[in-house]
């Protein structure tokens, strides 16, 4: 069965950047959409099943920052954020936010194209598990800490209440590290190791955002952490006990 053109939507408010990117990607072959304001982006997401999201976090009315925080509570879709040179702290935001990648203005659209793809890719083979999950309840794989599960082929949170939450890849490939080595202190560089297959490169402050996102996915009071406990200079320990089943 063939897959559809991936889906492109491009979010700026800046007509030269929206044309230099529509005309690079549909050059390799996407199907792209256009949008000015977040506003039109989200009638768009409404209409349109949208492979990935190019978005500047400066736009007028909403900003690219609370569209992403708002897409991430309830879609998988690929975010790669639009920043300017001078917007290190909305980067980082932008990341505990659940944004994939960030590219900065000015950028060289030819590498972002790769880039795309790989996200593009990772996204549509999240998709094809979660549907192959959600067709199948028998042999679906669980890990139990605390009063939470992760369910591993949709990668979703779900606490006591049975309420479900998304996890991004980074997220999901961080916790199931922790939940594999509970009761060890794995250090960022050990980390890394786990989230190399991510679109954008792990560093030592980009794995401190993930811990912090999955804290707050995990109720984990991030002032006294009972989950994933801060070992000062050493780096992470999951402190709960993990069981898994089918």
Same mark, same amino acid.
């Given at each position: 069965?063939?897959?559809? %053109?991936?889906?492109?939507?491009?979010?700026?408010?800046?007509?030269?950047?929206?044309?230099?990117?529509? $005309?690079?990607?549909?050059?390799?072959?996407?199907?792209?959409?256009?949008?000015?304001?977040?506003?039109? $982006?989200? %009638?768009?997401?409404?209409?349109?099943?949208? =492979?990935?999201?190019?978005?500047? /976090?400066?736009?007028? #009315?909403?900003?690219?920052?609370?569209?992403?925080?708002?897409?991430?509570?309830?879609?998988?879709? #690929?975010?790669?954020?639009?920043?300017?040179?001078?917007?290190?702290? =909305?980067?980082?935001?932008?990341?505990?936010? #659940?944004?994939?990648?960030?590219?900065?203005?000015?950028?060289?659209?030819?590498?972002?194209?790769?880039?795309?793809?790989?996200?593009?890719?990772?996204?549509?083979?999240?998709?094809?598990?979660? &549907?192959?999950? $959600?067709?199948?309840?028998?042999? +679906? @794989?669980?890990?139990?800490?605390?009063? *939470?599960?992760?369910?591993?082929? +949709?990668?979703?949170?779900?606490?006591?209440?049975?309420?479900?939450?998304? !996890?991004?890849?980074?997220?999901?490939?961080?916790?199931?590290? !922790?939940?594999?080595?509970?009761?060890?202190?794995? &250090?960022?560089? @050990? !980390?890394? =190791?786990?989230?190399?297959?991510?679109? *954008?490169?792990?560093?030592?402050?980009?794995?401190?955002?993930?811990?912090?996102?999955?804290?707050?996915?995990?109720?984990?009071?991030?002032?006294?952490?009972?989950? /994933?406990?801060?070992?000062?200079?050493? #780096?992470?320990?999951? &402190? &709960?006990?993990?069981?898994? +089943?089918?």
């Amino acid at each position: 069965m063939m897959m559809a %053109t991936p889906r492109v939507l491009i979010v700026d408010d800046d007509p030269v950047i929206r044309e230099m990117l529509k $005309a690079y990607l549909e050059r390799d072959g996407y199907e792209v959409l256009c949008a000015e304001t977040a506003e039109e $982006a989200e %009638t768009i997401l409404e209409q349109q099943m949208i =492979d990935l999201l190019m978005l500047d /976090i400066r736009l007028p #009315g909403k900003d690219g920052l609370t569209l992403t925080r708002e897409l991430r509570a309830r879609s998988e879709v #690929g975010i790669i954020l639009i920043t300017g040179s001078d917007d290190a702290v =909305d980067r980082i935001v932008g990341l505990e936010m #659940g944004a994939d990648d960030y590219v900065v203005k000015p950028f060289n659209p030819r590498e972002l194209v790769p880039r795309a793809k790989n996200l593009v890719r990772r996204v549509r083979h999240a998709q094809s598990l979660e &549907s192959e999950a $959600a067709g199948s309840e028998e042999g +679906r @794989q669980i890990k139990y800490f605390g009063d *939470w599960a992760l369910d591993i082929d +949709r990668r979703r949170l779900i606490d006591a209440e049975g309420h479900e939450n998304l !996890l991004t890849h980074g997220e999901f490939q961080l916790l199931s590290a !922790l939940l594999r080595n509970a009761g060890q202190t794995l &250090s960022r560089d @050990q !980390l890394m =190791d786990q989230v190399r297959n991510r679109e *954008w490169v792990p560093n030592d402050r980009s794995i401190d955002v993930l811990v912090g996102r999955l804290r707050r996915k995990l109720r984990d009071d991030p002032a006294d952490p009972q989950l /994933i406990i801060t070992i000062h200079g050493a #780096g992470y320990l999951f &402190s &709960s006990d993990v069981s898994s +089943r089918q």
